[in-house]
Each structure stands twice: as C-alpha cells, then as structure tokens.
C-alpha cells in the first residue's frame, strides 16, 4: 500500500484543477467585462465602455482588441493622450494591424488639431447663437467613424482573440 504516493498524486491532481479553475474564472471574468463595454459602447456610453475594458485588461492586459477598443473609448471621450497610448499599445502587440495603425495615426491627428484649437472664445448668447448660424468653424464629426475604429470588425467589436 502506497499512501505516500496516492496523497502526492492527488495533491497534483488538485493543484492542476486549481490553475484550470483559475484560468476559466479569468477567462470568464474578461469575457464578462468585454460584453459589458460593448454593449455600452454600442449605445455611446463610452465611459463605462472604456471602465469595462480597463477592467479587462487589468485580468489580461496582453489583448492587443481590448487595448485598440479601449483606444477607441477614449478617443469618443476626446482623451486624446490616453487613446494614443492604449492604440500604441495595441499596435506594439500587433504591428501588422492596419486598423490599429489607423486608429493611432487618426487620433494622433486629432489630438494635435484639438491642442492646436486651444480654449474656444466666449461670448455672449445671443453673439454665439448668431455666429453658430454663420457658419463658424464647427466641425463635422462622423459618429460612425468610432464604431468603424473598434478593432475593424464586421459588427464593430471583437471579442478577445481565444474565440470567446
């Protein structure tokens, strides 16, 4: 009778169960949070898009989609310097990436075309109003052009590369 044996291999029978049940739990956990900023996301809650997807990446930080989609929630809060890390960070991960490559050129532009802006002038109601019928320099913002930057899916989003 081995006791010594049977107790060692039951003891790494258990620890093996532990990091499967740990890594499904993580796994889990990602997807959870990635569901949760797309959904947001696709109703233009870009706040809480992109506190899911930090939430991801703080459980797995080594997914090049979540860091392009994080980029991209930022970007639509107009957090330019933080948009240009988290799609710098993806194209690190992924070089070959054109969509993350576009998504950092784009916001790279647009973050130095706004500090190029600086502080819009005041003015009075009534003088806003009229110069706002004028014409004045209002851009043109094409709303889809964030979804269209979300990782370069065909439904705007994808999920972690793992196939979840």
């Known amino acids: ?27 889990s956990r990602v997807d959870a949070y990635t569901d949760y900023a797309i959904s947001a996301a696709r ?3 870009w706040g809480e898009a992109a506190l899911r997807w930090e939430q991801a990446l703080e459980v797995d930080a080594s997914d090049d989609r979540i860091w392009n989609n994080l980029g991209v929630a930022y970007e639509a809060e107009e957090r330019f310097d933080e ?18 490559v576009r998504n950092l050129r784009r916001c790279e532009r647009n973050r130095d075309r706004t500090a190029s802006i600086g502080d819009a002038p005041e003015f009075d109601d009534d003088e806003s109003v009229t110069n706002a ?22 439904d705007d989003f994808r999920r972690p590369r793992d196939g979840r």
């Open 1 to 27: 009778m081995n006791v010594g044996g049977h107790r060692v291999g039951l003891v790494a029978a258990l620890i093996a169960l532990t990091a499967v049940w740990a890594g499904c739990a993580r796994s």
């Open 133 to 154: 019928s004028k014409g004045a320099d209002v851009a043109d913002v094409d709303e889809d052009e964030y979804n269209d930057g979300l990782d370069g899916s065909d």
């Open 83 to 100: 948009a240009v890390r988290a799609y710098a960070e993806a194209v690190e991960m992924d070089p070959d990436n054109s969509h993350y």
């Open 43 to 45: 109703h233009r809650l």
